[in-house]
């Protein structure tokens, strides 16, 4: 297993997940008073400063992209976390706990979601594998499953503008709205994060929408720590 190669988190969804943080840098946007836009690349950014402080936050994520989708139940901390994950009928977990990141996965996973291997995936699979700073598919899947690694993919440019207030699950939000331009890698999609208008300022829904995407990422339950166990764990294949 000396080739082994451990998938990147959501690197199946290319313009929902993966590239978010490339997709952010690329959007162009709808002409706007510069007033306008500085409020809200400067809500965004607070959003997205107040998220990376906050502790913990559960994180629900559901997404298609040309017939290929990914759900997830994520808790997410500063320095931990825990990923819940279903790409495709593949059904995969990671934690990452005192510096050391885990995984687990069904034969589907090992094979299709952390390409560990295509012939023998039964033999990786059910079990929890441990891997160390040291080992060369770190951070790849420890990427994303705390805090700062997380909210670093959702960053919003300089020019998006303000949209619409709405209500998301009882809450008023305001939407922070970007469009991003097609290219040979990627559909044309609309971008929408939606913030708190009251208290402190945090995230509670991102969104992108394009032909053959769709991605919603909501957040709650914000500074409730979840207590995370060591599983029992071999070595990873690096």
């Known amino acids: 297993m000396h080739h082994a190669h451990v998938r990147p988190r959501l690197l199946v969804l290319v313009a929902g997940f993966g590239a978010f943080g490339s997709l952010m840098a690329a959007m162009s946007v709808p002409s706007a008073s510069a007033a306008q836009d500085a409020s809200a690349s400067s809500t965004a950014k607070l959003a997205i400063h107040n998220a990376v402080k906050a502790g913990w936050v559960h994180e629900s994520v559901t997404a298609l992209e040309n017939g290929n989708s990914v759900t997830m139940a994520n808790d997410v901390g500063t320095r931990a976390g825990h990923q819940v994950i279903d790409s495709n009928g593949a059904h995969a977990q990671v934690i990452v706990l005192n510096g050391n990141a885990y995984m687990y996965g069904d034969a589907n996973a090992i094979a299709n979601y952390f390409e560990i291997t295509k012939t023998n995936p039964e033999g990786y699979a059910n079990r929890w594998f441990v891997l160390t700073p040291a080992n060369p598919n770190f951070a790849a899947v420890s990427g994303s499953v705390t805090l700062k690694s997380d909210f670093e993919n959702f960053s919003i440019p300089k020019n998006a503008v303000l949209g619409e207030t709405t209500v998301i699950d009882g809450q008023k939000v305001q939407a922070i709205v970007g469009h991003l331009s097609a290219s040979s890698s990627q559909p044309a999609a609309t971008i929408t994060l939606y913030v ?25 339950n914000w500074g409730k720590k979840v207590q995370l166990t060591t599983p029992k764990s071999t070595p990873a294949p690096n």
């Open 196 to 220: 708190t208008t009251t208290g402190k300022v945090l995230p509670v829904r991102y969104v992108v929408a394009g032909k053959g995407v769709h991605s919603t990422t909501d957040w709650s």
